[in-house]
């Protein structure tokens, strides 16, 4: 019993000492944290050294896959340093840091280096709630590295792209540096360590270093993708693993194999494998498909079984030969989309089994028609990149105070990690907005207000004395406004689900509607019945997807155009000018010459904005139109006797559906496009406007300053920005000197806008959409219609 008393007595006091130790260190302890900190923050500054050279590499021009093919074992070094660099200190350093204060939970981050916490927080895209839990470091370690060499880039690397498996990586190691913390307090108390926790510390340690190499490779990839090149040596290798696949099936998977990689064959959904089993399981059955169709054509023909016999009565040729041409289409629209996938991104999908959110990145409809917040990160680091913007500089401020959910999205880049993002609550906010301004114009219209008194009572955007000097103050993210802008345009565009259906629908029902027309009959024979039922069923999946890319031009220019007159509102002060849906937007500060150059910039990311698509749609759209004006012109001059060849009625019923449709969803393309450019000299016509406005306000300061009461708008607001700024300029030269500078700001955009206009706008097959365009467009289809007509009624005559 005293010897039990003894031990904790003797307990006791070794952690009394302890506590003593650490909270008044020794000149010794005191010395090493010093040192620590000194090593720290030599390898913060290493590690920003590194970077340096990582991008200047990465501006040399070419892929990053080309830099480090030519950087050989230098580049493999830096990426290296980088992770050395940042890698945590050993166990005695933290231990000598924990000296440094009183320690809770997060002492060890809190003796963190300033500039290292920063890093951290760079490459931490996790919100808090969602850091990972100690027990998932249980799982493998195969499932976040995975190590891939070859022999034509250099060293071995470890890849794994995935944002929310580095982010766990990442997170993993920062919230065991608790762990790792207490472990060598027991060690110091002599206490034994599990020697498990501790290979899962030092496991955790590893993975972290894995994930910052990750994150370099992650953005060598983003940087690749930024730059939009065809590669047609690409387009025509997967249109022959796809031909392939949709023809031989499993069996193709043996070529593409020896050709190239399994890991292809995974990442192409051409195997139960993969991580899209979706994709899979509808490419699966859509071979089946193929090859039940083809088999029953030849055993029509050829008879390859006795036992079975197969007629296929009241089934049209026809229907065969724009299967076939739907699949091809199909594989057409696949290949383009590997056309344009950067080398480096390929190289990635050879060599290593990819997750479905890495596969996605490329796919049209969950990143770019269904528009997210997170979907379209990649796509605004491309714009920002593509127009050499610098960020930290791409700031703009307003004349009037924004809302306090508005105020929020612009003032935090993780405002959507924290608040889950739901397409259908920002449509009903709109809604409720675009309700306010409609009760607001019947209410003027209702008691006939005619004063400005009277009209500013109804006003949704006030510009109070009061708030205007911390208005001017307060800069947001200009990054963050243009995402906003993207997401209200997604929340106006058209839905695809309608034309869907009744494109899909209408062609399905062409061969019952000829073969009632033709035959007088609806009932079929048990194989032409089951081939109708399997033609039907596989060729509603293939139309699908092939009108989904057909209608996803539509929306690409509509939510374009909607984009772009929002930019446009952000200069036009008076609002009730405008339409609905763009009287909410709020106004740039006017008279600060810095947010009027941001928002030159910004309207210039919307042009380019989603570039990697668009790119993609115009090869759909060119294709589809070309082919179908060319049958088109046949179809006219065989008509009109100039051509003598004649197709049967059931192949001009199937083309002329296809043309209408195609047509008419290329002319709205053409409509919205010449919407889009015709705001290039709009927007000129408002700054001519704000211009002439600011020349007035500069002759007549006298007047705004003596609060001379004001009846213009432009007016107005010009008054109350002039006082502001006479509280921190104070003397009239130097307000004269500041509205100088905004005209000749405005002079420059003026000039870049005209200059936009005729060298870049946008253009649709290497056409630039006008309305002089398609009013020829509209002429021409008239005059056929015309002659047609007039033939047709000769005829009978």
Not at 218 to 243: A, G, T
Not at 371 to 399: C, H, Y
Not at 486 to 501: D, E, G, N, P
Not at 691 to 708: A, E, F, H, M, P
């Amino acid at each position: 019993m005293q010897n039990i008393q003894d031990q904790n007595q003797l307990r006791i006091s070794k952690e009394n000492e302890r506590k003593v130790s650490i909270i008044t260190p020794s000149t010794n302890q005191v010395e090493q944290s010093s040192i620590v900190k000194q090593r720290r923050n030599n390898k913060v500054q290493n590690y920003q050294e590194n970077v340096s050279q990582l991008d200047n590499k990465a501006k040399q021009g070419g892929s990053p896959l080309d830099n480090y093919n030519r950087g050989g074992s230098d580049f493999s070094n830096i990426i290296n340093n980088i992770s050395n660099d940042y890698k945590l200190d050993d166990s005695s350093d933290k231990k000598v840091l924990n000296c440094d204060a009183n320690l809770d939970d997060n002492s060890f981050l809190s003796s963190t280096p300033k500039d290292l916490k920063k890093l951290k927080t760079l490459y931490n895209n996790s919100k808090p709630s969602e850091l990972v839990n100690l027990q998932k470091e249980k799982r493998k370690n195969s499932q976040i590295m995975n190590q891939t060499s070859n022999n034509d880039c250099g060293p071995d690397f470890k890849f794994h792209i995935q944002a929310n498996q580095e982010t766990s990586s990442f997170n993993n190691s920062e919230i065991n540096a608790t762990s790792r913390r207490k472990m060598m307090r027991k060690r110091t108390e002599g206490n034994p360590v599990n020697d498990d926790n501790e290979s899962k510390s030092n496991a955790s340690r590893a993975r972290m270093d894995d994930a910052m190499k990750t994150k370099i490779l992650q953005k060598m990839l983003n940087v690749s993708e930024y730059q939009i090149n065809f590669s047609f040596k690409q387009f025509i290798k997967y249109i022959f693993y796809h031909l392939l696949f949709f023809y031989l099936g499993i069996f193709a998977n043996l070529v593409i194999m020896i050709t190239d990689s399994p890991q292809a064959v995974n990442n192409m959904s051409f195997w139960i494998t993969t991580r899209d089993k979706i994709s899979f399981f509808t490419q699966l059955f859509q071979w089946l498909s193929n090859l039940t169709i083809i088999m029953a054509w030849l055993q029509k023909y050829f008879k390859l079984s006795k036992n079975v016999e197969v007629n296929l009565n009241l089934i049209f040729m026809e229907q065969l030969y724009f299967y076939n041409f739907v699949v091809v289409m199909r594989i057409f629209i696949i290949a383009v989309r590997y056309g344009f996938t950067s080398e480096f991104r390929l190289q990635l999908l050879m060599r290593q089994k990819q997750e479905y959110a890495f596969i996605a990145r490329d796919l049209l409809l969950p990143t770019w028609i269904e528009l997210t917040p997170q979907g379209m990160e990649t796509e605004l680091e491309a714009v920002l990149w593509r127009n050499q913007i610098d960020e930290s500089k791409f700031k703009l401020g307003f004349i009037e105070k924004l809302n306090d959910k508005l105020d929020q999205k612009l003032s935090s880049k993780d405002y959507y990690e924290s608040n889950k993002f739901s397409m259908k609550e920002l449509q009903s906010t709109l809604n409720g907005l675009e309700k306010t301004i409609k009760f607001r114009d019947q209410k003027i219209r209702s008691n006939e207000i005619i004063l400005t008194e009277e009209m500013e009572m109804f006003e949704i955007h006030k510009v109070e004395d009061a708030n205007i000097s911390y208005n001017f103050e307060k800069k947001y993210d200009a990054s963050l406004l243009l995402k906003e802008i993207a997401l209200f345009s997604s929340a106006h565009q058209t839905s695809l689900k309608v034309f869907l259906i009744v494109a899909t629908f209408g062609k399905l029902s062409l061969p019952f509607i000829i073969r009632g027309a033709m035959h007088g009959q609806f009932l079929l024979d048990w194989d032409s019945a089951i081939y109708t039922a399997i033609e039907t069923l596989a060729s509603s999946f293939f139309l699908l997807q092939n009108y989904i890319f057909l209608g996803a031009g539509h929306v690409d220019f509509q939510r374009r155009f909607y984009m772009i007159k929002y930019i446009s509102s952000l200069i036009n002060p008076t609002k009730q000018s405008l339409e609905i849906m763009y009287q909410i937007s709020p106004t740039i500060n006017l008279v600060d010459r810095a947010s009027l150059h941001i928002w030159f910039q910004l309207r210039c990311c919307t042009m380019d904005f989603g570039q990697k698509y668009q790119r993609r749609i115009f090869v759909y759209s060119s294709v589809f139109l070309g082919m179908y004006l060319v049958y088109g012109g046949i179809i006219l001059l065989s008509y009109f006797d100039f051509l003598v060849v004649r197709f049967s009625t059931i192949f001009n019923v199937y083309c002329l559906y296809d043309i209408l449709l195609t047509f008419g969803v290329i002319l709205a393309m053409f409509q919205y496009g010449a919407l889009i450019n015709e705001q290039f000299m709009e927007d000129k016509l408002q700054l001519i406007i704000i211009k002439q406005k600011l020349i007035d306000v500069k002759y007549s300061l006298d007047d705004l300053l003596s609060n001379k009461k004001q009846l213009c708008q432009y007016t107005k607001l010009f008054q109350k920005i002039i006082k502001n700024l006479k509280q921190t300029l104070k003397n009239k030269e130097a307000i004269q000197e500041k509205i100088n500078e905004v005209i000749d700001e405005i002079d420059v955009i003026k000039e870049r806008l005209e200059v936009e206009y005729v060298q870049r706008p946008l253009k649709i097959m290497g056409v630039t959409a006008s309305f002089q365009l398609l009013n020829q467009i509209y002429t021409t289809l008239f005059t056929v219609g015309v002659a047609v007509a007039q033939k047709f009624y000769s005829r009978n005559s």
